[in-house]
């Protein structure tokens, strides 16, 4: 493929830049606790625009993946990249856990890199006292490798049937 041909720090760099945002396309789906049954405006109006919202959200973040596959199946055997695949969402789904409740955005890796840091490195030392953590992004993890499993199989599935006339 042509990606090989291109200098691998840069390719690095990228797929880390994009890494680094990834989250935000998963995050929007966690506003929907933002829906107020007590405002000037319908709740209904709200839940309908943020789930519109989370949903393209999710489906540009799943494509943003996709794309993200593809580079690494042009290094990697099928079953190295599906692992990949999980390791991305983990991370996307920890990166969600940290902007949501510990409010850090991607901004703060260059902006308070520093905090950051020591609040992933206490997540990480201290796994029990941070079980919450955990339950949160592996909760995220599954419900975001549950969907993108779905949509990444959907086309074929619709193509299979459209190919069997049913």
């Not at 949903?55 to 794309?67: E, P, Y």
């Not at 990949?84 to 901004?107: A, C, D, H, K, P």
Request: net charge positive.
């Amino acid at each position: 493929m042509a990606y090989r041909k291109k200098q691998k720090w840069k390719q690095f760099v990228l797929l880390g830049t994009w890494l680094l945002f990834f989250p935000n396309a998963l995050y929007i789906v966690t506003d929907l606790v933002h829906i107020d049954r007590e405002s000037m405006v319908p709740w209904w109006f709200d839940a309908v625009l943020l789930f519109l919202a989370s949903f393209i959200g999710i489906v540009l973040g799943f494509v943003s993946l996709r794309k993200a596959e593809r580079y690494l199946l042009s290094y990697f055997s099928q079953k190295i990249v599906s692992f990949q695949i999980t390791l991305l969402l983990f991370l996307g789904s920890f990166g969600v856990y940290l902007g949501r409740f510990e409010r850090w955005n991607s901004w703060d890796v260059v902006h308070n890199p520093l905090g950051l840091s020591v609040n992933i490195m206490e997540c990480i030392l201290f796994p029990v006292e941070n079980y919450r953590v955990w339950g949160i992004t592996l909760l995220f993890t599954l419900t975001f490798y549950v969907l993108y499993f779905f949509m990444s199989n959907l086309p074929k599935a619709i193509s299979e049937m459209n190919n069997t006339g049913r």
